[in-house]
């Protein structure tokens, strides 16, 4: 179980500096799914993760959140290529439940398996941490995410009434809940 992790883990954070050498100088030789990595989010990352943010939501995070996520120590990711953040993802582990925060990707990079990888990344370390459930919260109207959650095994577990801002009002969330045990 732990080597099984280890080993995800391993596939999710190594990182080939020579793969990036070569894409360079063979652009052709190294498909651009190797050049993607997964890393910590760090301050010096935020102007990036905002301008994705923003352009995805209408109601977006500020930068004060993004913040308090770093300073709590909430697990937070990038996806980067080559020193460009391509999407980021937070989830917020405790007493045994995960709680997935945000998950974004650049508009210009969706649908290319990014979000997909980052969520997986995100359930692994719930699992290294013991978590027993991950939870989420997603717009009714959300229906690309809702199919990448359904495909990896999250059901739904109720409604939170009025939960997002939107442009008239206010919108109901769809809770989903993935079993980790
Ligand atoms: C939701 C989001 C994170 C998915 O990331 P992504 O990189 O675009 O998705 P992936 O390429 O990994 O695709 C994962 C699955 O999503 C679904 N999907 C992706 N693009 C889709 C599209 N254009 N139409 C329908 N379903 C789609 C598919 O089920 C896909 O699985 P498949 O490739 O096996 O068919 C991304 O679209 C995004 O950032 N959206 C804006 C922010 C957002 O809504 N975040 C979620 C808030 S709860």
Redesign the pocket.
């Known amino acids: 179980m732990v080597l099984e992790f280890l080993d995800r883990m391993k596939n999710i954070v190594t990182y080939d500096a020579d793969r990036e050498f070569y894409a360079k100088v063979f652009p052709d030789s190294v498909p651009r799914k190797d050049l993607m990595r997964l890393r910590r989010m760090r301050t010096a990352d935020l102007p990036q993760v905002l301008a994705i943010e923003n352009a ?2 209408k109601f977006p995070w500020c930068q004060e959140v993004f913040e308090d996520c770093l300073r709590v120590n909430y697990s937070c990711w990038v996806c980067e290529e080559s020193d460009k953040v391509l ?1 980021f993802s937070i989830v917020s582990i405790a007493v045994g439940e995960a709680h997935i925060l945000n ?3 650049d508009p210009a ?9 980052m969520l997986e990344n995100l359930i692994a370390v719930a699992r290294s941490k013991d978590a027993e459930t991950v939870f ?4 009714p109207s ?4 809702i ?2 959650y359904e ?1 990896m095994g999250f059901n739904e577990i109720g409604l939170r009434k009025g939960y997002y801002p939107a442009e008239h009002g206010r919108e109901d969330a769809l809770m989903l809940a993935l079993e980790l045990v």
């Open positions: 995805n939501y999407g998950i974004n990707v990079e969706q649908g290319q398996g990014i979000g997909r990888m989420l919260e997603v717009r959300n229906s690309v995410a199919a990448l495909s």
